[in-house]
């Protein structure tokens, strides 16, 4: 009850594909589930706090399959965060019986405006903190998930980031890659050919998934996968060419 959960890791770790997971199971408990990315929200939005949580707010009753009824419970006279809270204490969170699971995927972004997230951040920590003590927000839990360090001046006291539970998703082992491949349905009968992969990618989940697909469809064999994998004519290319734009 009132948890928060927050996953951290690299680009292509498998950060949403663990909270499409959690989400699934809560689901299968009867709960009601909202997930919301935050990469896909028009930068003029973050413009503006109380526009911000304005349409944040409409989007969650949207997926609940509520009227968000706005106009009805947000006062004009009263800032942003205030209505927020309202918004979840007098509708969502009494119009919905089951216990209601937030997701938000790519809090990055929010750390790119700190004129919203100076606001926020410390509003998901007092989400948090209500749940402690009062039963209505303790049907609320929250997944934070992000893939950079909170570069946001934060109180201690005020952020999200310090409380809860962290799930920090590291690179795949040796043995969790020869497991993959057998699940794949390759016939790696000892630990070489994984080894001979991670010596070129490491345990990176996504830069693994790619190489055993391609082997699997027998689209191409391990030695030529390694020895164009940095070239343009590699399956690594798109990756690479990522990469290099960004440089």
């Not at 526009?51 to 009753?61: E, G, P, V």
């Not at 950079?148 to 934060?154: D, H, L």
């Not at 082992?173 to 009968?189: K, P």
């Amino acid at each position: 009850s009132g948890s928060l959960v927050r996953i951290k890791a690299p680009q292509q770790m498998g950060k949403t594909s663990l909270m499409l997971r959690v989400l699934e199971d809560c689901r299968s408990y009867g709960y009601a589930t909202v997930s919301v990315s935050l990469d896909k929200i028009d930068q003029s939005t973050f413009a503006d706090l109380n526009q911000f949580l304005r349409r944040l707010c409409k989007y969650i009753a949207r997926k609940l399959k509520l009227d968000p009824k706005l106009d009805e419970y947000w006062d004009t006279e009263l800032d942003g965060k205030m209505n927020w809270t309202l918004y979840f204490e007098d509708y969502l969170l009494t119009e919905i019986d089951a216990p209601i699971v937030l997701a938000l995927d790519e809090m990055n972004q929010i750390f790119e405006h700190p004129n919203i997230a100076q606001d926020f951040l410390p509003l998901l920590r007092s989400c948090y903190e209500d749940a402690q003590r009062l039963p209505l927000w303790q049907k609320l839990r929250l997944i934070v998930v992000h893939n950079t360090e909170i570069y946001v001046p934060q109180h201690i006291n005020q952020s999200p980031f310090n409380v809860g539970l962290p799930i920090q998703l590291e690179e795949f082992t040796l043995e969790q890659v020869q497991g993959l491949a057998e699940r794949y349905g390759l016939n790696w009968v000892d630990n070489t050919q994984a080894q001979q992969l991670m010596e070129l990618v490491g345990g990176h989940p996504s830069l693994i998934h790619i190489a055993l697909y391609h082997l699997s469809r027998q689209e191409i064999i391990l030695e030529e996968l390694l020895e164009k994998a940095a070239t343009s004519s590699g399956i690594y290319f798109h990756h690479l060419q990522r990469h290099w734009v960004v440089l």
